[in-house]
């Protein structure tokens, strides 16, 4: 089992950034793919940004630029850089894990961004 604690969502200003954390605990293992989704309200969950094992990322096209994403093996945490926020940009971010045919995620942070 995996448990994921995702954190630094909060309030900000159009144009301002935020880091997200994601710790994960339980049976980890470091080549698990890591990644980020968000849900606006009255929209799907999309994805954000995924990080694997060695490092390799894919984002979402809008996206590309302004987050990045980034894992720190050694405390089984996934991190979510994110400048230039736009209104837009407000939902509930999600961290997931996978491993193998199984899939695990937190229980989300809002971000709101205020114009």
């Known amino acids: 089992q995996v448990q994921l604690v995702e954190s630094g969502g909060g309030l900000v200003q159009a144009g301002g950034s935020l880091r997200l954390s994601c710790a994960a605990s339980g049976t980890i293992f470091s080549t698990d793919a890591m990644g980020w989704y968000r849900q606006a309200p009255g929209k799907q969950r999309e994805l954000v940004a995924r990080?694997?094992?060695?490092?390799?990322?894919n984002y979402a096209d809008s996206l590309k630029g302004r987050f990045t994403i980034s894992r720190d093996n050694a405390k089984n945490t996934v991190y979510l850089q994110m400048n230039s926020l736009k209104p837009e940009d407000t939902a509930v971010y999600y961290c997931?894990?996978?491993?193998?045919?199984?899939?695990?995620w937190g229980q989300g942070t809002q971000v709101t961004v205020s114009s």
């Open positions: 997931k894990v996978v491993q193998g045919f199984k899939a695990y």
């Open positions: 990080i694997t094992s060695g490092g390799s990322t």
